[in-house]
């Protein structure tokens, strides 16, 4: 489980490449260190062996003296004696040897040396010569991986010019052959170096360690920063579903990857967060309308039968709930037509008609509610052609109609015209009411909206007629506008399209 | 008692005026805010069930602007059930709260409940000496035998006892007792009164002469 974690994987990956990052410089260094110290051990025993001839320390190269196996290595040197007497020859050797193997200003040498004629006896030994060296064998200083030799020293023996070296458990040994087939060797205890070098493996690990630690915990902190946004928006995301929309996530920095993304979920819940608003306000409206008559029924009706009425009483009581009733239908029936509408399963027909003769047919219907109250209608109707459902750009033209009958004053006007403009044909209604307020503007054509909270309730109103108008006028492609002046009147314009 | 009711829908409002009436309440009704805030504030009411959807001036604002002079208790009417509308009710000084729509028992059981409270008299029966009045009932009774009284009466006596140990002014009951509408004549009040000692005995409402009546505080 614990390993799906992205910030897990990521620190593991991490881990894993620090771990054999480090393990191959540690590797490295050791290896380095190891070749230049055995180079320096050997550089010395060849540097001693060759003072203690009195010899310059012998150049090394790719130019350098032939292989030191062979007879002549030590022609070089220019001795001219030691070709010569053999018994002579040995004795300075045996010198030059103890003197290699021999102390600076009284210190315990770590060097020694022993030197030993073709069958193997001993001639000469230093006093610290341990006591177990077995002598070389001349195979030795053929075979490039020498007995208990296989650093990568060894193949440098083959460069200098007095023979070859060797390791033997934690003795360094510089050995040849001369020509007469005696064997010397001059050795140096490596156990200082060695422990040094465990000194420095030791190290080099501790120091790995702690690299790898540091880089680890660095790696977790890092990672944890990456990761804490994406915590951020899960729970953010996790608080919404359960059911807080107003949260959003706190991007501090908008410009990384995940800020980006957060600012986008961001737009995206404030957007689901008004939508939902938007449709509990709807549903808490409609059942807000629903709730006033069904009080009325209840009411009415339990409190006309707790006692015996007269008939007159039970009248009245029945035509209250069939009043309650009645504005329960058209509410119950604006929204069935509202939710259609918006689930765009009103299918809206497209057929060219005259806009006028529709309108005309409206004015006629509404005429007698005009009459009612004492209002002027004046049309101004030319014949103008546009494509669109008649019945429902009949009832957008009713629905303006009585809006403007209804919030008209005593004996004023309204108005209905059509006129053609530029490929749409325009339907305008204007009255001589009260107007609109210009902050109720903007709302006008919201579900439920009403200018005064609850005059249009008396009159029977669903708060829904300017909605449905919107609606139906955008299922044609078309718009509505409205343009107000308080004290003066309205004036909405419906703009369809005349293709 | 006497109860404002300001409901903006007339059918709603006719039928509670109506069931209120018929409870013996005395019941005044308002169609909008401002004569609903004016009505509250002239007169002298025992509760006010008040409607928050209101023209002019709305329920939350009545309740506001009456809640400066006026300790009346409030009962809430609305078609709105959102906790937060609740709360804001409440906040704002309502007493109690009631979403349509509701049942008309359970209205008139609250309205009782938040008279009696307001009275500091949180039981529905009320008892002094060996008469129990019984609110929720309507009915009183005298060591334990069922005492009829006519509708005035009855609210005379209930008033008097939800303000034992008070001196109840004349003035007092005629606010409390009779609506808008009423044209009683002042004596009629002694008349009650005098019905009522007749029924539960001459010392259950002592007279303070020039001040008013009273109901004995100690049981």
Partial sequence: MIFNSIRWRVQAWHGLILFFVLLAFGFTAYHVARDNQLRRIDEELQERLAMSFHMPPPDRGPHGPPQGGRPGGEERPGKPGFRMDPEHFREELSK????????????????????????????????????????????????????????????RKSANPFGSFRTRGEFRELFGFTPFGDCFLVGHSMAPDLAAMRRLALWLAAA???????????????????????????????????????????????????????????????????????????????????????????????????????????????????????????????????????????????????????????????????????????????????????????????????????????????????????????????????????????????????????????????????????????????????????????????????? | MRVLVVEDEPDLLGSLLKALREDDYAVDGAPDGEEGLYKAQVNEYDAVILDIMLPGIDGWELLRRLRKTKKTPVLMLTARDAIRDRVRGLDTGADDYLVKPFDVDELLARVRALIRRSANQPSARLEIRDVVIDTAARTVSRAGEEIILTAREYALVEFLALHRGKLVTRTMLYEHLFDEDDNTLSNLLDVHVSNIRKKLGHDFIVTRRGHGYCIEGLP
Avoid at chain 1, 98 to 122: D, N, P, T
Avoid at chain 1, 128 to 150: F, H, I, K
Avoid at chain 1, 220 to 241: G, H, M, N
Avoid at chain 1, 286 to 304: C, D, F, G, K
Wanted: neutral net charge.
């Fill in chain 1, 96 to 155: 030059a040897l103890q003197r290699a193997a021999s102390s600076e200003a009284g210190q315990i040498s770590s060097h020694y040396s022993i030197m030993w004629e073709c069958e193997g006896k001993v001639l000469a030994r230093s006093t610290n010569a341990p006591a177990d060296v077995p002598m070389p064998r001349r195979a030795e200083t053929y075979s490039p991986q020498a007995e208990g030799d296989n650093s990568p020293a060894a193949p």
């Fill in chain 1, 208 to 499: 790995g360690s702690t690299v790898l630690v540091l880089g680890l915990a660095g790696g977790w902190w890092v990672a944890s920063r990456a990761i804490r946004p994406i915590e951020d928006i899960s729970a953010t995301a996790l608080k919404i579903f359960g059911g807080d929309l107003s949260q959003r996530i706190n991007a501090a920095d908008t410009d990384s990857e995940l800020g980006r993304l957060a600012a986008v979920l961001n737009a995206t819940f404030a957007r689901l967060e008004a939508a939902f608003a938007h449709q509990s306000r709807f549903t808490s409206d409609a059942s807000h309308e629903l709730r006033t008559p069904v009080s009325v029924i209840l009411t009415q009706t339990q409190t006309a039968l707790s006692r015996q009425r007269s008939e007159n009483e039970y009248r009245e009581a029945l035509e209250a709930c069939q009043r309650a009733a009645t504005r329960m239908r058209r509410l119950t029936e604006s929204l069935l037509e509202l939710a259609r509408l918006d689930a765009g399963e009103e299918r809206m027909k497209r057929e060219r008609f005259d806009l006028s003769r529709i309108a005309r047919e409206c004015v006629e219907l509404v005429r007698p509610l005009a009459v009612e109250r004492g209002l002027q209608l004046e049309c101004d109707l030319p014949e103008v052609e546009c494509v669109g459902d008649p019945e429902r750009i009949a009832q957008v033209a009713t629905n303006l109609l009585s809006n403007a009958i209804h919030f008209n004053r005593e004996h004023g006007q309204i108005r209905i015209a059509t006129q053609a403009d530029n490929g749409t044909v325009l339907l305008s209604v204007s009255d001589t009411g009260v107007g609109i307020p210009n902050e109720d503007l903007p709302h006008i054509f919201e579900r439920f909206y009403r200018v005064d909270k609850s005059r249009s309730r008396i009159h029977g109103r669903t708060g829904l007629g300017l909605a449905i108008t919107k609606a139906i006028v955008d299922a044609h492609s078309g718009t509505v506008e409205v343009s107000s002046q308080a004290g003066q009147g309205s004036r909405f314009t419906v703009k369809l399209p005349s293709k």
